[in-house]
């Protein structure tokens, strides 16, 4: 009895991505913009929407959103995180960012050298040739394949590609199986057998370094390209400050393959540096393949095949053959830029001294309610420091500088007066404008407590409001003189009496825990000071995050001291999915 089967057909949106840049489909003028001030880094947006395209960005108040626009496919679910950082920029027109090939002589001498780089040297077809391209789904690695097996195909070879694909939108893992040879005879199936691989174009490290992958290495025959750049992993979903572990992965590769036969490039970076767009790196990153002797086809037939695909052939010829000379002369590649090349982001409070930090930090809550809130902070900071300097142990003070920014983290919450102030500041239309130009409409998609109440034990409901709420912001950071007084009428939620709660709290644990405070204990007290910097996210999902960090502290307080803090009760412990709050069964 009842449905059986239920199938929903509709075309999924990485195509209708590629149906808009064929101009086959409407492009709709509206696109996502965060604003990484108002941003708590929660993750919420990637929960929501699985999407490729909701990139980490580092700042130097901790790792944040952005949007990919190249990746972008508009179905606008990541508006759905619980987070008034989105904004819908409507009617404005992607700038197009200028990169070191955009015209004149960098572009000529550019020419000039790839036109003198040498070919590599002829394959010689004893036996088929397998190549394995493995990336994550939307991103062009199915086009790769399919690249060169047209290809082979237009020299006369005989060629075969089996793709596995994940779900596009979902980052799933992809991995194009493609066999060549001279004659028909020698390709007798389409997979690529265990350790038979010539060669591994890993465009993604997860996806490049997994057993599937692997499975076809044979150590001292497979080469390897490996694309050094992050994409974020399903991990990000459920730990927002997922990491890649490159390293790691790096050398799982060269373990495989043996030390000298693996080699790296930044394939994005390269891109949005001389061409001012990261979607063509992986035509890049195949040029730097062919260069390197990886793809035994012409380069002739290759370009053909590029012009036969049909999208984007100019841009993507200049970025195959900007993949040859980075694999031929990477100094001449370095040499072309117009500024010296940067490196990628870090985090930047891992860099910033503690004197940086609690300047940085005075300067924010000063701007926040005024110079006497910033003195509150630095007169408990500098307690904290004494102590810690006393101890005579670690001379960068972990401890100190946790405090630091954690306490800055809970005393600079994000209430209404705050997320007004951080879109009316000029900073937001500054990075704004910076991406966009023309004259575009702004929407802001936000849930109001006084129209947005959580019911039925759903989240609230967010709303899409005009572009009159900036002026109405600016005047609602004015109201900020009120925040904590009696005429505060938003401080009377829960929301905001935890978050006042919480800053009360973290200032009695860690004068608590001061006086215990020694070299053996300081690595848990350290992570114990740590914890308010997972408190993110607002409503629902920041109540989820403060709930499993106390649980986190219970356990953390009981290995610092174990008889003054007992050992805490296993209970049922609390989540979300999808902004849903969840309990295991006890």
Not at 140 to 156: K, N, Q
Not at 430 to 447: I, N, R, S, T
Not at 523 to 544: H, N, W, Y
Request: hydrophobic residues 40%; aromatic residues 6%.
């Amino acid at each position: 009895a009842g449905v059986t089967v239920l199938i929903y057909e509709q075309t999924c949106a990485a195509e209708k991505r590629r149906r808009r840049k064929k101009g086959e489909l409407v492009d709709p003028a509206r696109r996502v913009f965060i604003n990484d001030r108002v941003c708590e880094g929660c993750g919420d947006c990637s929960v929501q929407s699985n999407c490729v395209a909701v990139l980490p960005t580092e700042t130097p108040l901790g790792r944040k959103r952005k949007i990919d626009q190249s990746s972008c496919n508009k179905d606008y679910s990541c508006v759905k995180g619980f987070c008034p950082s989105f904004v819908g920029v409507v009617g404005g027109k992607l700038k197009k960012r200028a990169g070191a090939l955009a015209s004149g002589a960098p572009l000529a001498d550019f020419q000039r050298q790839v036109a003198a780089l040498a070919h590599p040297e002829p394959h010689t077809w004893t036996a088929p040739y397998d190549l394995l391209v493995t990336g994550v789904g939307g991103t062009g690695v199915v086009t790769v394949g399919a690249l060169i097996s047209m290809a082979a195909h237009l020299e006369g070879k005989s060629a075969s590609v089996l793709d596995f694909m994940g779900f596009a939108q979902k980052g799933g893992s992809v991995l194009s199986f493609v066999r060549m040879a001279d004659v028909p005879s020698r390709l007798n199936q389409v997979r690529i057998d265990t350790q038979q691989a010539d060669a591994i174009l890993a465009w993604d490290l997860v996806v490049g370094a997994s057993p599937e992958s692997l499975a076809t290495v044979r150590h001292g025959r497979t080469r390897i390209l490996a694309n050094t750049h992050e994409v974020p992993v399903a991990e990000s979903l459920r730990n927002p400050d997922a990491s890649l572990k490159v390293p790691a992965l790096l050398e799982k590769l060269r373990f495989a393959a043996s030390g000298d036969r693996d080699e790296t490039l930044d394939a994005q970076a390269l891109a949005e540096a001389f061409l001012g767009d990261s979607i063509v790196s992986n035509i890049l990153a195949l040029g730097h393949a062919w260069q390197r002797g990886l793809v035994p086809v012409g380069l002739e037939a290759l370009l053909r095949a590029i012009e036969l695909n049909g999208v984007g052939v100019e841009n993507n010829k200049l970025a195959f053959s900007l993949g040859r000379l980075a694999a031929a002369d990477p100094e001449a590649v370095a040499a072309l830029l117009r500024e010296p090349q940067q490196a990628q982001p870090q985090p930047l409070h891992a860099l910033e001294s503690l004197d940086a930090v609690f300047a940085r930090a005075m300067e924010h809550l000063a701007g926040y309610q005024g110079p006497a809130y910033a003195r509150r902070f630095a007169e408990f900071v500098a307690g904290v420091r004494r102590r810690e300097v006393a101890l005579g142990t670690d001379p960068s003070l972990p401890f100190t500088r946790a405090v630091a920014q954690s306490l800055l983290k809970l005393m600079a919450y994000k209430d209404e007066y705050e997320v007004a102030r951080l879109y009316t500041d000029g900073e937001f239309m500054k990075a704004m404008h910076q991406q966009f130009e023309g004259d575009p409409a702004l929407e802001f998609y936000m849930a109001p407590p006084v129209i947005s109440r959580a019911k039925h034990g759903e989240r609230p409901r967010k709303v899409r409001l005009g572009g009159w709420m900036l002026p109405a912001m600016k005047l609602l950071a004015h109201g900020r003189r009120l925040r904590g007084t009696p005429l505060d009428v938003f401080g009377y939620t829960q929301e905001r009496r935890m978050e006042r709660a919480l800053v009360t709290e973290y200032r009695q644990r860690i004068e608590a825990l001061l006086p215990a405070l020694d070299a053996d204990r300081l690595k848990v007290a350290t992570e114990i000071a740590l914890l308010p910097l997972s408190m993110r996210g607002f409503g629902p999902v920041k109540q989820a995050n403060v709930e499993a960090a106390r649980l986190r502290e219970a356990e953390l307080l009981h290995r610092f001291d174990p008889q003054v803090y007992p050992r805490p009760r296993q209970e049922p412990k609390a989540g979300q999915l999808r902004g849903i709050r969840v309990t295991a069964a006890a």
